[in-house]
């Protein structure tokens, strides 16, 4: 007996086939779930069945409430004593703490930390001194031949989108602001490929106007220390603000980083050897050396 073919079998299936002569859906998980939320299938609940069903379920599950979600427990903010110790911790264990950027002047620091994205400070340093050479300015490197200029910054890698930011950012500096790299927050991240963190960088190194720069490290120890719990570094930055004394905002950064790149490590950080260990509650560390 040869046989029958899906679609013929559909056809002798008197369930297969609807009230109103329509036929299921080919999918047939959809199908169900389609005609049951509709009613118009003879082996599937209609509303007043369904209606039915959930009452008598409602009245089994009486008094069984399901669990509420466990809520994120409200962040308390830092002991301020606890504050004051760590800073002065910081404050002996890196005394010079500074930018490692070589710079002569805003735009020298500038364009350097636009080049230091996903790049070493070291790396940079070796790149900057002949990129500043062959470009003293802002109109020299807005003007600059893309394919010259991305030779030059090529050992920084994403060389092509620093290319594009770097001219049209010297571009806006030289129509914007007469050549001269803005002392504001707003003005320099209105330029392009500047954010709020390689604003920070120029306002607090070059100009010494305190600002908070979250990076990598900055945002990883701010939380390892429980001086917030936000991920967002805007929201970092934001949290540190108020508990960090305005003076020391911008050595506050590079005291976190050099920490964060000796002693705090992303993976397994040294707490055996740390001398802030007496005043960090280490929040999220699992395993440490
Ligand atoms: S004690 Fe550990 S987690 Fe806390 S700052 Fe030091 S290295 Fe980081």
New binding site residues.
């Given amino acids: 007996m040869p046989r029958k073919s899906p679609r013929a079998r559909r056809r002798t299936d008197p369930s297969s086939r609807l009230p109103g002569g329509r036929r299921p859906r080919v999918a047939p998980g959809r199908s169900r779930a389609k005609a049951r939320r509709s009613g118009a299938h003879p082996g599937i609940a209609s509303h007043a069945q369904g209606a039915r069903r959930a009452a008598s379920r409602s009245k089994a599950g009486r008094g069984r409430r399901p669990a509420p979600q466990a809520r994120r427990a409200r962040f308390a903010p830092p002991d301020p004593a606890r504050v004051t110790a760590l800073l002065e911790q910081l404050e002996r264990l890196y005394p010079q703490a500074t930018t490692a950027l070589a710079f002569r002047d805003p735009l020298e620091l500038l364009v350097a930390t636009i080049l230091s994205a996903q790049c070493t400070d070291e790396r940079v340093n070796q790149v900057t001194p002949a990129l500043f050479e062959r470009y003293p300015d802002a109109a020299a490197l807005a003007a600059a031949r893309v394919a010259d200029l991305e030779a030059l910054i090529r050992p920084t890698g994403f060389f092509r989108a620093k290319t594009r930011s770097i001219r049209a950012c010297c571009a806006e500096i030289v129509s914007r602001h007469g050549g001269q790299v803005p002392r504001t927050l707003e003005e320099l991240t209105a330029l392009h490929g500047v954010g709020r963190k390689t604003a920070n960088v120029v306002l607090g190194n070059a100009f010494g106007i305190p600002g908070i720069v979250v990076d990598t490290h900055v945002g990883r120890?701010a939380r390892?220390?429980d001086l917030t719990d936000q991920v967002d570094p805007v929201k970092v930055e934001h949290a540190l603000m108020p508990i960090v004394p305005r003076e020391r905002w911008s050595r506050f950064s590079h005291w976190l980083i050099l920490?964060g790149r000796r002693?705090?490590v992303a993976r397994r950080?040294?707490?055996s050897i740390?001398p802030?260990?007496p005043h960090?509650p280490?929040v999220g560390?699992t395993d440490?050396q």
Avoid: E, Q, T
């Fill in positions: 120890l390892r220390l920490h002693v705090c950080p040294r707490c740390c802030l260990a960090c280490r560390v440490s």
